[in-house]
């Protein structure tokens, strides 16, 4: 049985979103063998659904963000914007693990009735896919216009591109890869680790390990940026300090990094954290399949990947790579100094190559 309930409020500190929920209470086997008796997904739907069901969007949200793209997205979603939703039915669904109304660590265990919190089972991107399609089979859709996303969201279009290679005809992956690097997984377990030494990691309760994930969250910042970004924006010290004597001085980039901490904290537990960094160490679009070629090979969607220059944790050598192995794909490196955060802050660029891309096919017309 499926069913869907519309628009709770949630709350997390002072972050409060609005969404819808959808059900799956049938048996649902994750690629780790784990079977859950079931599970609810948060995500908001945005436009209308045209006559000839041809002018879905489905956006795809990256590590800590949530189901309302026109939130961290603004330059690309909304009205007058890449991603209009007077042209388009704009569906993004907040991914299994986050905090944000989908299946969580903080959710209840059917089988202790107690929250899952350390116990909880890791969804793969591409468990993460799976559990979408019902969803998508109870909003009637059989194809999607186009499909975009960055970073971890990048991987699980990939993951349903290959899955359904019929379902989209456009996709965007951004800033992304068909398989988690060792490097990405080294900054991902290196983060995992300031959470686990916090003292209060092992404690059940929503707050536990949320000073460690302070620090892993300013860890990752510098993966997300870039020497260059640091340098123009965080160079010299506050300008409360400047009085006090050289050892006792604040460095921008140093209050900066715990303002990235402490501003997380306020929005995200440590278990969403800590459990989706462990999904995104698993994917790999080639395990299960002949090879990351073949896997590749199998995407039928006209592709235009983009690359960020400046990104280091998923640089643009990722993104050539995937675009090489799907058949007839494009690839265009958008030349940033913000580092990987560029797939979110480049938007101006990325809507104009996304246009270039579509306007060099023929479109479906949206009614």
Known sequence: MLFRKSRPVFKISEFILSYNIFTYNRPFTLESGKTLPGYQLAYTCSGTLNS???????????????????????????????????????????????????????????DTGKPYYHDFPVFTTRDMIRAYQPLKNELGINKIYLGIGGSMGGQQLLEWAIEEPELFEYIVPIATNAVHSPWGIAFNASQRWCIENDNSWKKK????????????????????????????????????????????????????????????ARRFNAFSYYFLSLSMDRHDTSRGRDSLYEALQQIKAKAMVISISSDLLFPPHEQELIARFIPAAQHITIDSQYGHDGFLLEFESIERTVKIFLNQHSLVAVN
């Open 52 to 110: 000839s069901k041809s002018n879905v969007v489905w956006v795809f949200h990256a590590l800590t963000a949530n189901s309302d793209p026109a939130e961290w997205w603004p330059g690309l979603v909304g009205r007058d914007k890449l991603i209009n939703p007077d042209k388009y039915f704009i569906i993004c669904v907040n991914m299994p693990g986050s905090c944000y109304g989908s299946i969580s660590p903080l959710d209840t265990n059917q």
């Open 205 to 264: 309760q929503p707050a536990a390990g949320l000073e460690g994930m302070k620090i892993a969250r300013s860890f990752a910042l510098i993966s997300y940026r870039h020497y260059h970004s640091y340098q123009d924006a965080q160079w010299g010290v506050t300008s409360e300090s400047v009085s006090l004597l050289l050892d006792q001085q604040k460095f921008k980039a140093e209050t900066y990094q715990h303002y990235q901490g402490e501003k997380l």
